[in-house]
């Protein structure tokens, strides 16, 4: 396997509704869908040069579905590291959790067609492979309690 030549960092948010029955999830467009292999995901992207963690979820967040995250409603759930994501790059995610009332208006940006709400046991099959959404869910419900 041939090392990649590029190191990335990026960020990405699994939006739950306050009583983590639904994951929003976003509906990428035919681009990010080829240069993916998905269509469903979560908000993410990558972090700017001297940007922090937390503040580049919550600028993706922003830009990608017009919420105002707050530092005290979002969590950091784990981080991970795919040393060949793609082929292409060295990747480090970190992945965080929020919460966000499920009729709090969604404004979305031109990368993303669509938006839902889904059950978190009623989940799309053109998703992410990466997502463990109940391992996700189990992290995010022990992360919000130990905190508030």
């Not at 869908?33 to 940007?51: A, D, Q």
């Not at 503040?55 to 979002?74: F, Q, S, V, Y």
């Not at 991970?80 to 793609?86: D, I, S, T, V």
Request: hydrophobic letters at 40%; one cysteine or more; proline letters at 3%.
């Amino acid at each position: 396997m041939a090392k990649p030549e590029k190191f990335g960092m990026a960020v990405f948010a699994f939006v739950f509704n306050k009583d983590f029955s639904k994951i929003l999830l976003v509906k990428r467009n035919e681009e990010k869908k080829k240069k993916y292999g998905f269509y469903w995901g979560t908000v993410g992207g990558k972090i700017e040069l001297g940007e922090f963690s937390d503040e580049g979820i919550i600028r993706e967040a922003g830009e990608e579905i017009g919420a105002k995250l707050e530092k005290d409603k979002i969590r950091m759930l784990f981080v991970k590291e795919l040393p060949n994501f793609m082929n292409i790059a060295h990747c480090v995610f970190f992945m965080y959790g929020a919460v966000i009332d499920e009729h709090e208006k969604i404004i979305l940006n031109d990368e993303s067609d669509e938006y839902r709400w889904f059950d978190v046991d009623k989940l799309p099959e053109d998703r992410s492979p990466d997502d463990d959404i109940p391992y996700i869910l189990k992290v995010a419900k022990e992360k919000f309690r130990f905190r508030g």
